[in-house]
């Protein structure tokens, strides 16, 4: 036992080591690409776009499910957005709650003829399509439930326009977001066939008219660990794949392509439960097999707000469905690996992915274990077990140091020092509990998976009025009785 104990330390304190490495080059990448993006944003030739008849128009497709309480403030964004030429399709997707009679009502919808939908790429049947001339910019598609990769298949079918954009129907785009990122696919709309957006954390920010006009980190603990999470996965992260041309993933709550790609490789494979990473290895697989030049990009001044799980429940929940995600898309690329035609992807991208990703919850939690076995067993000492911690701790907070100054170099706002210790100690407390659950909640999902369940499980969500849970001490010098009705209406859960 004991020998196997040390093989396996060894063993696995290579596999850290290694994947420390490589994020390290990957945040030194990130903050490289970082400044010349800025260079090259400041001497772009398309610098003043917001009313230009040379911008290629966009359909903005917003799958729905469930989505009652967040979907009026989202359409409203949506339709207040810097840009000369776009549609919103919003897909109710069989909702079970009141998604489609909230749009109606407020735009005043009526049906209209099917002949916008086109049969481009695979969907379930569309029941109806609805308009309102007052609102040209508006398209609500009524269809059978199939999920959100169908969905956006029918949005796909629905829309006018050569670009397309997805977005989460619980975010928010920044009015500026979409301009900026097809400024990015204007320096090259030849090869730059998928953009990725920032997406960040609204929970605990001031929010009114479907804007944020203050964003601040939450006073709760767990939205404001994945603001944490998001700022490195993000900044630390996807800039540095972006620059290699290896991001697998254009997340779903905020991306661009060209709907020509999105035709040929045929849309959203339906029974996926994830959608967002199939899509970008599909374009991958397609454009490397066919030898064609291209680029998938990550804009980090495109921004979009989403809502973040606030308990334990939910979270895990959306962390299990993330990882049956992970694995089906690794299962199902696997041909890619280590193949010369696929360069980066099968040779670096996809393999990290595997081994960091999809197994990092048994590297990590075996590993855990075998530490404690050390200490028990008496084959090392407490204090090098600590120090052992200690530089775990410190290598999180090197990441996250490195994510805050691509922040600030990316949007060039003065973030309060409060919240910057606030993060740098959110940062060291995540690496004792955070990421362990972490770990636990993705083998429960490899579980799920290998168990056929492809739920999508259930996100609450709340409605972007209601007060935030971080405002109390504020709420308390209003009225109590009125605040505390509205709040108690608004919070109603809803389920996707």
């Given at each position: 036992?004991r020998?196997?104990?040390l093989?396996?330390?060894?063993?696995?304190?290579?596999?850290?080591v290694?994947s420390?490495?490589?994020?390290?080059?990957?945040?030194?990448?990130s903050?490289?690409?970082?400044?010349s993006?800025?260079?090259?944003t400041?001497?772009?030739?398309?610098r003043?776009l917001?009313?230009?008849q040379?911008?290629?128009?966009?359909?903005?497709?917003?799958?729905?499910?469930?989505?009652?309480?967040t979907?009026?403030?989202?359409?409203?964004?949506l339709?207040?957005l810097?840009?000369?030429v776009?549609?919103?399709?919003?897909?109710?997707?069989?909702s079970?709650?009141?998604t489609?009679?909230v749009?109606?009502?407020?735009?005043?919808?009526?049906?209209?003829?099917?002949?916008?939908?086109?049969h481009?790429?695979?969907?379930?049947p569309?029941?109806?399509v609805?308009y309102?001339?007052?609102?040209?910019?508006?398209?609500?598609?009524?269809k059978?439930n199939?999920?959100?990769a169908?969905a956006l298949?029918a949005?796909?079918?629905?829309?006018k326009?050569?670009l397309?954009?997805?977005?989460?129907a619980?975010?928010?785009?920044?009015k500026?977001?979409?301009?900026?990122?097809?400024?990015?696919?204007m320096e090259?709309?030849e090869?730059?066939?998928a953009?990725g957006?920032n997406?960040?954390i609204a929970?605990g920010?001031?929010i009114q008219?479907?804007?944020v006009?203050?964003?601040?980190?939450?006073?709760?603990?767990?939205?404001?660990?994945?603001?944490?999470?998001?700022m490195?996965?993000?900044?630390?992260?996807?800039i540095?794949?972006?620059?290699?041309n290896?991001?697998l993933?254009?997340?779903?709550?905020?991306?661009l392509?060209?709907?020509?790609?999105?035709?040929?490789?045929?849309?959203?494979?339906?029974?996926?439960?994830?959608?967002?990473?199939?899509?970008?290895?599909?374009?991958?697989?397609?454009?490397?097999?066919h030898?064609?030049?291209?680029?998938i990009l990550?804009?980090?001044?495109?921004?979009?707000w989403?809502q973040?799980?606030?308990?334990?429940r939910?979270?895990?929940?959306?962390?299990?469905?993330?990882i049956?995600?992970?694995?089906w898309n690794?299962?199902r690329?696997?041909?890619m690996?280590?193949?010369?035609?696929?360069?980066i992807i099968?040779?670096?991208a996809?393999?990290?992915?595997?081994?960091?990703?999809t197994l990092?919850p048994?590297?990590k939690?075996?590993?855990?274990?075998a530490?404690?076995?050390?200490?028990?067993m008496?084959?090392?000492?407490?204090?090098?077990?600590?120090t052992f911690?200690?530089?775990?701790l410190l290598?999180?907070?090197v990441?996250?140091s490195?994510?805050?100054?691509?922040?600030?170099?990316?949007?060039?706002r003065?973030?309060?020092?409060?919240?910057?210790?606030?993060?740098?100690?959110?940062?060291m407390?995540?690496?004792?509990?955070?990421?362990?659950?972490?770990a636990l909640w993705?083998?429960?999902?490899?579980?799920d998976?290998?168990r056929?369940?492809?739920?999508w499980?259930?996100?609450?969500?709340?409605?972007?009025?209601?007060?935030?849970?971080d405002?109390?001490?504020?709420?308390?010098?209003k009225?109590?009785?009125?605040?505390?009705s509205?709040?108690?209406?608004?919070?109603?859960?809803?389920a996707?």
């Amino acid at each position: 036992m004991r020998e196997f104990l040390l093989n396996y330390g060894f063993l696995a304190t290579c596999l850290i080591v290694g994947s420390s490495l490589v994020y390290f080059i990957i945040l030194a990448m990130s903050s490289q690409s970082m400044l010349s993006q800025i260079k090259s944003t400041m001497y772009s030739r398309f610098r003043e776009l917001s009313g230009s008849q040379f911008v290629p128009p966009v359909s903005i497709l917003v799958p729905s499910y469930n989505e009652e309480l967040t979907i009026i403030d989202n359409v409203r964004s949506l339709m207040a957005l810097e840009f000369p030429v776009y549609e919103v399709i919003v897909i109710n997707d069989g909702s079970k709650d009141n998604t489609l009679q909230v749009l109606v009502e407020q735009f005043d919808l009526k049906p209209g003829r099917m002949t916008a939908a086109r049969h481009l790429v695979q969907s379930n049947p569309v029941k109806e399509v609805y308009y309102n001339p007052q609102y040209p910019k508006l398209v609500v598609i009524d269809k059978e439930n199939g999920g959100k990769a169908d969905a956006l298949n029918a949005g796909i079918n629905v829309s006018k326009y050569p670009l397309v954009a997805t977005i989460d129907a619980d975010s928010m785009l920044e009015k500026d977001a979409l301009i900026r990122m097809v400024q990015v696919y204007m320096e090259n709309p030849e090869q730059h066939i998928a953009i990725g957006g920032n997406v960040r954390i609204a929970n605990g920010s001031k929010i009114q008219d479907g804007r944020v006009t203050s964003a601040r980190l939450s006073n709760r603990m767990l939205p404001a660990m994945q603001y944490v999470e998001y700022m490195r996965a993000f900044l630390g992260g996807r800039i540095g794949w972006s620059s290699m041309n290896g991001l697998l993933i254009v997340s779903g709550a905020f991306g661009l392509f060209r709907k020509d790609y999105l035709i040929n490789v045929g849309g959203y494979e339906k029974e996926c439960p994830g959608e967002d990473m199939n899509i970008v290895m599909k374009l991958h697989r397609y454009m490397l097999h066919h030898g064609l030049p291209y680029r998938i990009l990550f804009c980090p001044d495109a921004v979009c707000w989403t809502q973040a799980p606030d308990t334990l429940r939910i979270l895990g929940s959306q962390r299990r469905r993330w990882i049956k995600g992970n694995l089906w898309n690794v299962i199902r690329f696997r041909s890619m690996l280590f193949i010369p035609k696929y360069k980066i992807i099968g040779w670096l991208a996809l393999p990290y992915t595997i081994l960091y990703e999809t197994l990092s919850p048994y590297i990590k939690l075996s590993g855990l274990a075998a530490l404690v076995a050390y200490v028990l067993m008496d084959m090392t000492q407490l204090p090098i077990l600590l120090t052992f911690l200690f530089i775990n701790l410190l290598i999180g907070l090197v990441f996250t140091s490195g994510s805050l100054i691509i922040e600030e170099l990316a949007f060039q706002r003065s973030i309060e020092t409060r919240d910057v210790l606030r993060i740098i100690g959110l940062s060291m407390l995540m690496a004792l509990g955070y990421d362990q659950l972490n770990a636990l909640w993705k083998l429960q999902g490899h579980a799920d998976y290998l168990r056929g369940n492809h739920s999508w499980g259930h996100m609450v969500r709340r409605s972007w009025n209601e007060d935030s849970p971080d405002d109390q001490d504020a709420l308390s010098q209003k009225s109590k009785k009125g605040a505390a009705s509205k709040a108690s209406k608004a919070s109603n859960a809803q389920a996707i």
